[in-house]
């Protein structure tokens, strides 16, 4: 798959079949419009496209207004976004800047400028609730009409449900926020998880006898936040269960920063002590804990860190299958 920050690169396929959306999560809804993306695009002789926007769109008007919350909180980093986007089959991502220039774009001008001239979209699919242009004052019927004109076709998914639930990103993040993580893999097809190069730390934990694997997570609004049982992906031929902390660390730090620190439970002698760094690695979080506390002393700390080493290990151990009995005979 083949990423661009912008489309004034010569290696942007000249036209394409061409979807629009922030894609935040890449859940079970995004996954079946990319399905129907690819089809068409296979069926046309065209490479898929997905344009994206980064900021998110609501990140930049809420700093505009100066006020943070009306921000959403994250799901996914932008690393992680496209990995998904590689995994469905998409041959390549455009990624615009969202600012004030893009966001006072009338929406013939989105059009002309983007999507004609910039990507030569062939076919343009988008959601039921698809708005573009300034004061999102272009919709559906607009793109419709325009691609009779302009000589691209334009299709509208529908909602999509499991279980008689819409999916959404925004179902993802109250699920996400509530700590619900079994209702989140549902909703986005997979185990939540996060991803990234282990980083070096302030090196706390093996002072307190827990060493972690500390990611960084570029955005101050994860959607999830608190202690969780994960299993750890990319270090080992097998997954590493442990535990681990994602947030801003209260009894240590609160600069805002979001950390993702992990203990993996039971460190393989044969990775070395210091074979995580720099290593890229996925972080599954299956189960949550508890929400982040503020402990008052290092030592109270500790204790709550073995109290939650002792708590994910029970847990993995109840959701761990039984090996089958050998009958009686």
Not at 30 to 56: D, I, K, T, W
Not at 208 to 223: D, E, Q, S, V, Y
Not at 238 to 259: F, H, I, Q
């Amino acid at each position: 798959m083949q990423v661009f920050r912008g489309f004034h690169h010569p290696g942007i396929a000249p036209a394409c079949a061409l979807t629009i959306g922030n894609f935040d999560g890449v859940h079970r809804g995004h996954q079946a419009m990319l399905a129907l993306l690819r089809n068409e695009a296979q069926h046309r002789g065209l490479p898929s496209c997905v344009l994206s926007f980064e900021p998110h769109p609501r990140d930049h008007f809420a700093r505009l207004a100066d006020k943070p919350e009306l921000a959403p909180a994250r799901i996914a980093t932008l690393r992680d976004k496209l990995s998904e986007l590689e995994r469905c089959g998409i041959d390549q991502v455009v990624v615009l800047r969202f600012d004030t220039r893009f966001a006072s774009q009338p929406p013939q001008a989105f059009i002309d400028d983007v999507l004609v001239r910039g990507l030569g979209a062939r076919y343009v699919l988008v959601g039921d609730d698809f708005r573009f242009g300034a004061k999102r004052a272009g919709d559906y019927a607009m793109l419709d009409a325009a691609g009779q004109r302009s000589g691209f076709d334009v299709a509208r998914m529908m909602s999509y449900e499991v279980h008689g639930l819409r999916v959404s990103s925004s179902a993802v993040r109250e699920a996400l926020a509530a700590g619900r993580m079994e209702e989140a893999a549902t909703l986005l097809g997979r185990p939540y998880s996060i991803s990234g190069h282990v980083v070096h730390g302030r090196k706390l934990g093996r002072e307190l006898g827990f060493r972690t694997l500390n990611l960084r997570f570029g955005h101050p609004k994860p959607a999830a936040m608190g202690i969780f049982v994960v299993q750890v992906m990319g270090l080992a031929d097998a997954p590493l269960p442990g535990v681990a902390s994602l947030g801003v660390r209260p009894t240590v730090e609160d600069a805002g920063r979001v950390l993702l620190e992990v203990h993996c439970l039971d460190w393989p002698a044969s990775l070395g002590i210091e074979a995580g760094y720099g290593r890229c690695v996925r972080v599954e979080l299956l189960h949550k804990l508890h929400d982040e506390r503020r402990y008052e002393s290092m030592e109270a700390l500790r204790e709550g860190i073995a109290r939650d080493e002792s708590d994910a290990r029970a847990w993995l151990a109840e959701m761990t299958p039984s090996p089958p009995g050998r009958g009686l005979g």
